[in-house]
């Protein structure tokens, strides 16, 4: 038996043991040993020692208490206890803690094991120790028993422990029910958990407590009941008055017997109770909505219960049952419900709760099933519920449904965003503005009508928008459309839907008014071709418009209900193979949607045959109506349908309803019943009684039954019309309008500015038998007359006709020819049909637009009846009379002279309208025509297109054009901005109708009326698509179709061809070539007439954009088939491009990319426009859709274009008549000026210029310094060289790099201003070289010139240099001598006087000089060199020249008197004299006129030369000896400019032995005068007032800081000041004279301008100077602008001039500059006293600071400093220093103002700037070989030419059989036939067309303007007199329109050349 130690107190559980983590946790050998767990099954009875138990908190290993065994006892020895975990081995120690004994293995866990470690540990005690304790104490009974939880298996108990025992206590517990007993052991424990005991039952616990043998003391007993479980799993089955409850037995009660207690109430009511058996009890009438609480408990046979188990359940309120809409209209809303089940006996009411989307819901009660609601908003989709309420307001749950409102016809057109278009309706412009159009982002009804103009196909479908609210029905879209639309775009719509074949308005229902339109008018446009199968003549085809065509018409409508789809029956039998939805049905996208305006909408179409009984559904062509909606509630309609139709088919199913409409139209012969047997309103007896009714018409029944499928009915159908067909005779459309007026239903021709335009229209066109015959009495201005004119205007500009003529007046001729043509129009009065259309055009907007809507429908009419007819005729007499080809051609004319249209009529007022300029006074035309400008500008607004070029008479009326377009700009923004397209390709290729469906518009597309000549339409561009786009308008211009007047002949060059094409290039931003098929042989032959027009625009410098476009290509892989195609003809297009290059002179490597924008994949291929074989096929899709692709490139095209590149319509005009005058000289390359492409030359001429004053001003700013540091070489304190020449080799390095880098940013800014993206720069591109070349050369010109310079001021200083130092090595003596002097006489006990000063001075001063040595500088002879460089320069001449020079004599002595030119001098006169002999009726140049022309430029040459000399002189340094070479180069430059005169080498020699002469003179005096100013005596001597005044304040120790400041200021800064203001006055003023007189100076251009100008208000003298002596003229010019200018007040002081400004700047500047370097050599050289701590010894310092200061600015004289300051400090200097130069800035300010002669002060400037503006502005100075001209090309040029002409008489050309002066003039004869035959060619007859063989560098171009040589024959006619008799010859003929040219003409004449910029003015001089 074991004892194990004492454990803890009763009832004492540790502490660690109540938390979650026990200290034993996770051990496998450690328990608690306060709580054990019994289970009864396990339990020893009470014969039994021990049962196992377990601790209640689930240990891992559970402790067993195991049974005493004899086999234990023998292994132990007696005292032992053993060891409780093994049970084997004897214990050594006891756990207090765990109250267990370990043996010497297990307790080693309590060592290792952290949490065990704490546990107390003790020995096991002995035997004897433990029977000492039992025996002294007696056992204590155990406390009453505790129950500490019951459940229905098990109890748990305890009692307390023994007090007192301090041993081990043991207890045995006992427990009986029913007579069974269990019990069990229990050491150390107080607490034990007895389970697996029977629910519900009574059981008794007893604990006794056992001492060790086994001894009992006294027992303790209590009894307790186990608990009965309850129910579990509660399921509740619910209806709406009853539910039943389900649940389970608990678990371990399933073969328990038991029953149930169910138990429930409802707030405030008693509880019931219920028994069952059973899991599930059924709880029937309850009360609806109430909450009922239920338990239920489960009760054993013992009556024992266990706990309830509760739930809570509602009875359902039942909802009201079919909830249904009875009826909707627009504001109200019936709905009605049936009373839900079981509500019998409740009192109950209804709540109605109704909301529309976004609104807070109202709600409304009844008592009633039924409600109407009100105030409901129209077309608005609301949710309604209902629910039941009973009293206690309980409701149930609610049931819902949606109603829509119906919406009147403005909701409806609010809804698809057209609200306010049912009054103001929409109109064709507004549908055709361009703004992004990406389709799904687009409102329905704009995609559907943009869709519709464009003639693509009609999708309704939700895919086509993004609001899926807008849901419609096609057939109210279309409704809704032509109801918001005018007249004009529902006849635009109906023509679209026509093409499209869908079916089109017939009768236009409005739900609103319940009235009905005929629209007659939608359907006038609509035009159709067939062919009937009854035709003689197969080959014959009908066209008409389909409301004047006989056709008979079935119409197809529904009698109440049918099951057969009408619409889509309808589709199947007008098609054939192909099904085509011409009529909308449900089972089309969106045709199921509800109706909402549409019904009693009667639509039409009709089927047209094309002649193939093959194909064709019908053989004859029939129309079919198709009326939507029930008959019944649309009457009139049907009645209108049954007086017009041949038969009326009636779609009804429900034969048993009423049919008293039928019977009142009383037409069974022309009624069909059309049923379906199968529906399940299909009643055979009804059917029986119809068939009985109809008699003898029973087979107008068509009947569908099960045996009869679609096909079959549609077969039917077809039968049965076609028989209609046959037994009833046509009826026009235009024939209803009399039965819908009778009917009250409306038409819409019946519209008053509609009816009044018919009328107005009807006059004219009535009239019109005979077309022909109609155009030449009616339209007589655009027949022959028109013609000729057009002859005439093109003979003017080539000129090719005029044979020997005088050229002026043959072209006086043609301009009276012209004349008298135009008096001969305006002679043909206002014919009345004329009168009339212009009133027609002067009507209001509305009826002008349907007036000449009416004059194209009539004419289209009247020209398609007179073209089948004379088709006829023209077959019958091709087949019987091939012979008679008289009769042939005549009718071949009058089938090209059918045509008429509105263009015929505006042909004839544009025609009206330019005649009128020419009538000599105001009458009925000029009132009838001086508003159509105006208004055909406004047409062109509306959409309407106008002729650009009459392609009969192949001419542009640019008068009428240009006022068009000029009042187009006055109706539109002074700034709107348009872009052009336009489409070139051949005949009939399409290009009308691919511009049509790109942009919706209507260019002329009828058959056989091709487009003639161009025509341009406007369209807007939307507001916010402007910026994207940069344009307010897209400018499409249609043109006549290439090589559509080609002549059969090969040698036909396409003269009209390329005229054409080069017009519209040249317009165009972008040109859309079109191509029909995939042709290569037909697209080569179209882009060679298109190269050359794009040749042209290249040498403009335009490159406009070309796309390409292939018609009818079907196959969808034609792209990539063609690829190696497209390769192939790219390189014949190069190859044919190279072959126009050469016809065109521009050189033979021009490929086709170079002149086109052309990518071989962006070629556009686009398939057929039809689907299918007309006339029936419908506009294919994919043509549509590929169109619309083409305009989205255009459109991204023009986004990427720059803005500037738009043109305003000023500019366009301009354009027009600028390119057709080109086109008219046939001078494309040379003769036309754009004015686009001027602007673009100026603005980079004008910003050249600028870079070019920059570099040259910087460069020149750079030179003066660099001269100024040479000049002041040797100043002490100033960086020192080693010598001059390092200083030169340092300068010239300097100059290097300073021109490199300065001449990159030249070169940089020419790049630089190419790379913008604006201005035009890609116009003048072919100009970069010559700007990068002409940059370079002033770059190398300028770095000759400074090197020059450089060399020329370093050679002056080193002849000066030693004479310096002899200088300063004179004036440092006398300083010495001075300073010993005073020191000498200073002692003195006697002063001298100022006389005995004065005489020891003297004397001093007379010996000092004596003992200095005097080196002068070297005198040169200038004639010597002169001479010996004139001799150098001649030498290359002969010897005649050579001795001309010798006897000349002493050189200075020569040109002394006047420079003549004597005979010989001009080596032209002696063949001149030959020459004339041999000329008849030639112009000439007299020999006289040779000799003043030689005389003239003699005397220029001299003035030249004497102003380089001058310039020279003024500079006022030593004379070097490459003034003389730049003299005669100066003199060779100029005579090479007239080297067409042939000067004769005595001349030369003459000229420069003259010049010379005069230049040595000044240049001897110039030097003399350098020589005397730098003789080291002279200048000692100037200084002896100086030394003297010195000698004396020394003498006195006077203060000398003022005399020293003023003398220093005086001589030394005052002179160094004013060189440096006037070196820099040349370059200011000649930038102020380019930048601020820019209308003069900023150009060559604008400067020959202004100088044609002050000719028109000068006399005689002036012309004759500038004719004669242009040189002096031009510079005189320069001068006297220049001083004009000077003169005037400057901008910022009025009171002054600008000159003076000038100078006064420049003064303020360096005097601030002086005064700062004052400061700052101050600043260096600081006092620092004598030894005596008196006096200043800096003094030398600070000068030499002073000047080195000054170094780069100033060039101060060196010989009037010297003397040490002393007496004096140097700061006190600075002062009186800086006081001078006060009074200096002061003086000289003064000296400015006074001083105000401008040509003094020029001419003395050492940069002049008269000379450099000469220079930049004079040119080349090349004359016109004929007209002499001057050339005013602006850059560096080879090719000379001149902006204006004159006659030649004025270059000293006179008639030979007169001698009267010549008034030809050679812009024109340069383009004439003529020849001419001069001293250059040598008495040989040439070409004036090839006078380029003659004068190859000059470049004459023609007058295309007409009107620039204006000026010079007002001049001409002004100074004929006077010019002939200064040059003895006899005045010339002037012709007699010269004489009407007023001044004002010839001013405007000036603008128009010089600039041609549009300014938007009407300007017309006939």
């Known amino acids: 038996m074991s004892y194990p130690l004492p ?47 377990k601790t209640h908190q689930s240990m891992d290993l559970p402790y067993s208490f195991k049974e005493e065994t004899s086999t234990q006892q023998e292994k132990m020895q007696p005292g032992e206890v053993v060891c409780d975990i093994c049970s084997e081995v004897k214990a050594v120690k006891f756990c207090q803690t765990c109250s267990v004994s370990y043996c010497e293995t297990d307790v080693k866990q309590h060592y290792t094991v952290a949490a065990l470690k704490k546990h107390s540990l003790v020995e096991i005690p002995d035997e004897d120790q433990y029977q000492r304790q039992t025996s002294v104490e007696e056992l204590p009974s155990p406390s009453e028993i505790q129950f500490l939880s019951v459940t229905s298996d098990s109890v748990s108990l305890s009692w307390s422990s023994l007090q007192g025992v301090k041993v081990p206590q043991k207890f045995r517990v006992t427990w009986e029910c029913d007579g069974e007993a269990s019990s069990l052991e229990v050491k150390y424990a107080y607490q034990i958990e007895i389970d697996g005991l029977k629910p519900g039952e009574n059981y008794e616990f007893s604990v006794t407590t056992e001492g060790e043998d086994d001894s009992e003391n006294r027992t303790v007993s209590a009894s307790v009941f186990t608990a009965v479980p309850a129910p579990r799993e509660l399921k509740i089955d619910q209806t709406a008055i009853s539910f039943t409850l389900y649940w389970s037995k608990a678990e371990g009660m399933e073969k ?5 207690l169910i138990s429930y109430c409802s707030p405030g009511t008693e509880l019931k109770a219920a028994y069952t058996d059973n899991c599930y009890k059924t709880f029937p009438n309850l009360q609806l909505g109430t909450e009922y609480t239920i338990s239920v408990s489960t009760v054993l046979n013992n009556g024992k219960q266990s706990e309830p188990v509760s739930t809570t359940i509602c009875t359902i309120l039942p909802a009201p049952d079919q909830l249904t809409v009875d009826s909707v209209d627009t504001t109200s809303a019936a709905v009605s419900w049936n009373q839900p089940p079981g509500l019998d006996q409740t009192q109950h009411h209804y709540q109605i709760s109704y909301q529309c989307p976004r609104t807070k819901p109202h709600i409304t009660t009844t008592s009633s099933h039924s409600i109407t609601l009100s105030d409901l908003k129209p077309a608005t989709q609301y949710s309604v519920t209902v629910c039941t309420v009973l009293e206690n307001e309980e409701q149930s749950p609610p049931v819902s449904t949606t109603l829509t409102t119906r919406l009147t016809l403005q909701i409806m057109i609010d809804t698809l965003g057209l609200g306010r278009h049912l009054i103001n309706k929409l109109t064709p412009e507004i549908l055709r503005e361009i703004d992004e159009d990406s389709g799904t982002d687009k409102p329905l009804t704009s995609l559907v009508l943009r869709r519709l103009l464009k003639a693509r196909s009609l999708k309704c479908d939700n895919g086509q928008v993004s609001d899926s609210s807008q849901e419609v029905n096609p057939l109210d879209l279309i409704t809704a459309l032509f109801l918001c639309s005018d007249g004009l775009l529902q006849q635009e719509m109906a023509l679209k839907m026509s093409m499209c074949q869908f079916a089109v308005p017939l009768l236009l229902p409005n739900c609103d008014t319940e009235q009905t339109t005929l629209m007659l008018w939608a359907m006038r446009d609509i035009v159709k071709q067939f062919r009937p199968c009854s035709s003689d003549d197969r080959s014959e085809f009908v066209e008409n418009s389909i409301v004047l065509t006989d056709l008979p018409m079935v119409s197809f409508v529904r009698l109440g209900n049918s099951t057969l789809s009408k619409s889509q029956l309808l589709n199947e039998v007008l098609s054939n193979s192909q099904n085509y939805n011409t009529f909308v049905h449900k089972n089309m996208p969106a045709g199921n949607i509800p109706r909402m305006i549409s019904d009693g909408f009667v639509e039409m179409s009709w089927y047209l045959p094309s002649g193939n009984p093959n194909i064709d559904v019908f053989i004859e062509p029939v129309a079919v109506a198709n009326l939507h909606g029930d008959i019944r509630d649309f009457q009139t309609q049907f009645a209108f349908l049954c007086q017009t139709s041949a038969a009326v088919f009636v779609f009804w199913d429900d034969l048993d309803s009423d049919s008293s409409i039928l019977n009142l139209q009383k037409m069974k012969d022309q009624l069909f019943i059309v049923c379906n047997s199968e529906a399940k309103s299909y009643d055979a007896v009804s059917f029986e009684k119809l068939s009985h009714g109809l008699q003898k018409h029973s087979h107008h029944i068509l009947m569908k039954n099960r045996h009869m499928n679609d096909a079959q009915l549609v077969k039917k159908l077809h039968s049965t019309i076609t028989d209609v067909i046959k037994a009833n005779p046509p009826k026009k459309v235009e024939g209803m309008s009399v039965d819908a007026r009778k009917l009250g239903i409306h038409v819409d021709e019946d519209y008053d500015p509609c009816l009044r335009a018919k009328t107005r229209a009807a006059l004219i066109t009535d009239e019109i038998c005979c077309i022909p015959s109609y155009k030449d009495s009616q339209l007589p201005l655009q027949g022959e007359i028109w013609k000729i004119l057009t002859t005439l205007e093109k003979e003017e500009c080539k000129l090719q006709k005029g044979g020997d003529k005088d050229i002026e007046m043959y072209k006086k001729g043609l301009k009276q020819n012209k004349r008298e043509l135009r008096k001969k129009q305006l002679a043909h009065g206002l014919k009345k049909n004329m009168s009339i259309f212009i009133d027609g055009l002067k009507s209001s907007r509305e009826e002008r637009n349907y007036f000449l809507k009416w004059m194209k429908l009539n004419l289209d009419n009247l020209s398609r009846t007179h073209l089948s007819e004379l088709r006829k005729m023209y077959k019958e007499r091709y087949q019987h009379s091939p012979e008679r080809k008289d009769l042939i051609g005549d009718l071949n004319k009058q089938i090209s002279d059918s045509s008429l249209g509105t263009e015929h009529f505006l042909r004839e007022v544009g025609q009206l309208y330019e005649s009128s300029w020419y009538s000599d006074e105001s009458g009925a035309i000029e009132k009838h025509v001086q508003e159509l400008p105006r208004i055909c500008a406004q047409l062109m607004l509306d959409g309407f297109p106008l002729e650009l070029m009459d392609g009969d008479a192949s001419n542009i009326p640019m008068m009428w054009i240009s006022d068009v377009l000029q009042e187009l700009h006055s109706l539109t923004k002074s700034d709107c901005k348009i872009r052009v397209v336009s489409v070139l390709g051949v005949q009939s290729s399409g290009k009308s109708t691919l511009l049509n469906t790109m942009f919706g518009v209507q260019f002329a597309v009828s058959s056989g009326r ?24 897209i400018m499409v211009i249609d043109t006549e179709g290439l090589k559509a007047l080609q002549s059969t002949q090969p040698t036909d060059n396409f003269e009209y061809d390329n005229e054409l094409a080069t017009l519209l290039v040249g317009l165009s931003d972008i040109s859309i070539v079109n191509i029909a098929m995939e042709n290569t042989t037909d697209m080569k032959d179209t882009l060679q007439i ?44 190069n190859e044919m491009t190279i072959v126009a290059s050469r016809m065109e002179n521009t050189g033979d490597n021009t490929k086709f990319t170079d002149i086109i924008d052309y990518n071989l994949e962006d070629t556009c291929y686009i398939p057929g426009l039809w689907h299918g074989s007309p006339p029936m096929a419908p506009v294919n899709e994919g043509y549509s859709e590929a169109v619309a692709d083409l305009k989205k490139k255009l459109i991204n095209a023009f986004k990427k274009e720059e803005a500037s590149n738009a043109q305003t319509f000023p500019e366009f005009q301009h354009e027009i008549g600028s390119l057709w005058t080109s086109v008219k000289y046939e001078n494309f390359i040379f003769s036309f000026r754009n004015s686009v492409v001027a602007e673009a030359y100026t603005k980079l001429c004008v910003e050249f210029v600028r870079w070019d004053r920059a570099f040259e001003k910087h460069m020149y700013t750079w030179l003066i310094k660099a001269e100024t540091r040479v000049a002041n070489y040797g100043i002490k304190g100033s960086k020192q060289e080693s010598s001059l020449d390092d200083l030169l080799n340092s300068m010239k390095r300097e100059a290097s790099d300073e021109l490199d880098r300065e001449g990159n940013i030249f070169l940089n800014n020419v790049n630089s201003y190419y790379n913008r993206e604006e201005g035009n720069v890609g116009l003048v591109e072919k100009y970069r070289s010559e700007f990068l070349i002409c940059a370079k050369s002033h770059k190398n010109e300028t770095e000759s010139v400074v090197r020059k310079k450089l060399e020329i001021a370093v050679d002056i200083k080193k002849g000066t240099i030693q004479v310096d130092y002899i200088k300063k090595h004179n004036r440092d003596t006398l300083d010495k001598k001075v300073s010993d002097l005073v020191k000498k006489f ?42 010996q460089q004139l001799h150098q320069n001649m030498a290359r001449e002969s010897g005649t020249v050579l001795e001309m020079l010798a006897k000349a004599g002493p050189l200075e002595k020569c040109g002394l008197k006047e420079f003549q030119v004597k005979s010989g001098h001009n080596m032209v006169e002696k063949f001149v004299k030959g020459l004339r002999k041999r000329l008849h009726k030639s112009a000439y140049q007299s020999q006289k006129s040779l000799e003043h022309k030689t005389q003239m430029i003699a005397n220029y040459i001299i003035e030249h030369s004497r102003r380089f000399v001058m310039n020279k002189v003024n500079a006022k340094t030593d004379y070097h000896s490459t003034y003389i070479t730049e003299l005669l180069e100066l003199i060779e430059e100029d005579l090479k400019r007239d080297h067409e005169l042939h000067f004769s080498p005595e001349f030369y020699a003459s000229l420069k032995i003259h010049i010379c002469g005069h230049a040595v003179r000044e240049f001897q005096q110039m030097h003399d005068a350098f020589i005397s100013n730098n003789d080291p005596q002279q200048s000692l001597e100037k200084l002896k007032p100086q030394f003297l005044a010195d000698f004396k304040d ?52 604008s400067f020959q301008c202004s100088m044609l100008k002050r000719l028109l208000c000068g006399d005689f003298q002036t012309f004759l100077k500038y004719t004669d ?60 006293p004598d030894e005596d701590g008196e006096g200043d010894v800096n003094f030398n310092l600070f000068i030499q600071n002073l000047r080195s200061e000054f170094s780069s600015l100033l060039v101060i004289p060196t010989n009037t400093t010297g003397m040490t300051l002393e007496n004096s400090k140097t700061k006190e200097f600075s002062d009186m220093l800086l006081s001078s130069v006060e009074e200096m800035e002061s003086r000289l300010s003064e000296e400015f103002h006074k001083d105000q002669d401008m040509f003094k002060k020029l001419s003395s400037l050492p940069d002049p700037p008269q000379e450099k503006l000469f220079n930049m502005l004079f040119g080349c100075g090349r004359l016109c070989p004929f007209c002499k001209a001057p050339c005013d090309e602006e850059m560096d040029h080879s090719m000379h030419s001149a902006s204006i002409h004159r006659p030649d008489g004025l270059g000293g050309y006179q008639w030979n059989d007169s001698d009267k002066l010549s008034t030809d003039i050679c812009s024109s004869l340069s383009n004439n036939k003529n020849q001419f035959r001069s001293v250059e060619t040598k008495g040989k007859f040439c070409s004036y067309k090839k006078y380029q063989t003659i004068f190859r560098d000059w470049n004459i171009k023609p007058d295309i303007t007409q009107t620039s040589a204006d000026y010079w024959k007002f001049l001409f006619v002004k100074y004929n007199e006077e010019y002939a008799g200064m040059h003895e010859v006899l005045p010339a003929d002037v012709p007699e329109d010269w004489r009407s040219i007023t001044m004002k003409q010839a001013e405007d004449s000036l603008k128009l050349t010089f600039d041609p910029k549009p300014k938007g003015n009407k300007s017309h001089v006939p």
């Open 1669 to 1728: 002596y242009y040189e002096g003229f031009v510079f005189e010019f320069i001068l006297s602008n220049t001083v004009e200018y000077l003169s005037k007040g400057s901008r910022t002081a009025k009171d002054i001039s600008i000159i003076t400004n000038m100078e006064v700047q420049h003064l303020k500047t360096i005097s601030r500059q002086i005064k700062e370097a004052v400061e700052k050599s101050l600043q260096t050289g600081s006092d620092r």
């Open 1386 to 1427: 200073s002692g003195c006990d006697n002063p001298l006087n100022n006389q005995q000063l004065e005489e020891e001075f003297a004397k001093m001063w007379n010996k000092t000089v004596g003992e200095l040595p005097f080196r002068c500088p070297e005198k040169q002879n200038i004639t010597s060199n002169a001479y």
């Open 1594 to 1645: 020394l003498f006195y120790k006077r203060d000398q800081c003022k005399r020293k400041a003023e003398e220093f200021t005086k001589h030394c800064l005052e002179p160094a000041v004013k060189k440096y203001i006037t070196k820099s006055l040349g370059p200011d003023i000649y930038d102020e004279m380019r930048s601020n007189c820019v209308d003069v100076f900023s150009t060559k251009r």
């Open 7 to 53: 454990g803890p107190k009763r009832g004492a559980i540790p502490k660690e043991r109540h938390k979650d983590e026990s200290p034993n946790k996770g051990l496998g050998k450690t328990l608690d040993p306060d709580i054990k767990r019994v289970h009864p099954e396990r339990a020893e009875s009470q014969t039994q020692s021990f049962v196992s138990a």
């Open 256 to 260: 328990v017997p038991q029953r149930f």
């Open 1090 to 1133: 298109v190269a050359h027009a794009f040749l042209r625009m290249k040498e403009l410098g335009k490159k406009p954009s070309c796309q390409l476009v292939h018609q009818n290509v079907a196959d969808i892989a034609a792209h990539g088939k063609n690829l190696m195609n497209r390769k192939h003809l790219l390189e014949q297009l």
């Open 1010 to 1033: 091709c487009t003639r000549g161009a025509f341009m339409l406007l369209i807007n561009v939307k507001e916010e698509f402007k910026n994207k786009l940069q344009c307010d308008f």
